[in-house]
């Protein structure tokens, strides 16, 4: 089990940008598969983001690809998630989710498949 705390949530315009921060803590040893999610009022949940342990894959769901990048540096045990030409409809609450993958080259969209949650940040973009 690994705790994950979000941050770097905030207000902004349409077409800026904001970088997300996960931070992991616990059994931060072990090799995992990390994942950002969100959720708007009404809404739910909806895959963005996830990049393998070992870092070499990476995957974004179609609204996303080519504005959000998501990265990891495993030795400071955390997980980026840079977004740019933000958008109104990305306004939602973001989750950092975590999930053991030994073999460091498996990576999830679903979200049923994490084992761990954050809290979330709040991103709300303004047109």
């Known amino acids: 089990q690994v705790q994950l705390v979000e941050s770097g949530g905030g207000l902004v315009q349409a077409g800026g940008s904001l970088r997300l921060s996960c931070a992991a803590s616990?059994?931060?040893?072990?090799?995992?598969?990390m994942g950002w999610f969100r959720q708007a009022p009404g809404k739910e949940r909806e895959f963005v983001a996830t990049i393998s342990s070992r870092g070499g894959r990476t995957y974004y769901a179609d609204s996303v690809k080519g504005r959000f990048a998501i990265s990891r540096d495993n030795a400071k045990n955390t997980v980026l998630l840079q977004m740019n030409s933000l958008k109104p409809e990305d306004t939602a609450v973001y989750y950092c989710?975590?999930?053991?993958?030994?073999?460091?080259?498996?990576?999830?969209?679903?979200?049923?498949?994490?084992?761990?949650w954050g809290q979330g940040t709040q991103v709300t973009v303004s047109s």
């Open positions: 989710a975590a999930r053991p993958d030994y073999s460091g080259t498996y990576y999830y969209t679903d979200g049923h498949d994490y084992d761990s």
């Open positions: 616990g059994r931060t040893n072990s090799r995992y598969t």
